[in-house]
């Protein structure tokens, strides 16, 4: 089918081209139904080696672009996210936020607010829902009773701004509250500062009201990556590698001789994913069918808000942690 035949192309922008920003403008240039119209970043030079790269324009300020573009990606720092998220909301765009949503729960809220009023899409980069293990589990999940993840990495200054919960754990509190239908009724917590001002190793014990308990350990002074989460379920033990793209699957067989059932293995390699691409294509879907996206506004408030309830015991426990000063209001930092 020729290109005039296609359904009409969605209008993009990108709003912070760092590290990150950079991959997001790749992939939306990528897609056959989607126009990049532009990239914006504060640092002028940075915003014109990636429109140049895309051969795209590239502006300091979005200002431009209005009224040129259907939808936007917010990729500045996690402090500017509200401000420059309800700017966008504001003026009718739909956006795809990174995460962590945002600094406190009522910015979370008021932008949640603005899109349902609005009719527009806010979706939440939560990337590990779009991680091909994680995907696989569709089917396989059935009332967790034990959760046990543990996600390392070498210390990276572009997640410094918050701490190893806020730019790590809570990939993994987004994953555990959406496999456990149960709000959390208490939680004990443990962490220390080894490379930031900040919590950089922490460690929370979740319980929730149906019984499940996940115990999740995030740290960003490793030596390697690992990003593993470990399911228990009546009828199954659930392995996942998140960074080796690899699920294995033990289940409760036929009893053997004396009773004792026989275990079946199933392991699955998945290669070959582009959890980023598929973030910003449910995205672009989600905008032109109009439906929820798979992480919701809602669904990276909910994150949002157990992290900051996980630091704020870490607070009260004596670990030394930072609040992230209030966004200013400006459109781009």
Known sequence: MSRSHSVPSLRAAVIGVGYLGRFHAQKYAALPDVTLCGVVDADADRAQAVGSELDVPAYTSLEPLLGDIDLVS??????????????????GLH???????????DEADTLVRLAE??????Q?????????AMVALQGVLAEPLFIESHRVAPFNPRGADVNVVLDLMIHDIDLILDMVPAPITSLDVSGVPVLTGEIDIANARLRFANGCVANVTASRAGRKTERTMRVFQHDAYIVVDFHEKHLALHRRGPAAAGGIPEILSEERRLE???????????????VRHGTPPVVSGRDGRRALETAIRITEALERAGAPTHTAPASNGGMIS
């Open 95 to 105: 956006v795809l936020l990174e995460k962590p949503m945002t600094v406190t729960v």
């Open 74 to 91: 917010v990729v500045v720092p996690t402090q500017r996210h509200f401000a420059v998220a309800r700017q966008c909301l504001e003026r």
């Open 124 to 132: 939440v980069g939560h990337l590990e829902r779009f991680n091909p």
């Open 117 to 122: 009023e609005r009719g527009l899409v806010l």
């Open 272 to 286: 070959g994913a582009d959890a980023l691409l598929e973030e910003i294509k449910a995205f672009v879907a989600a």
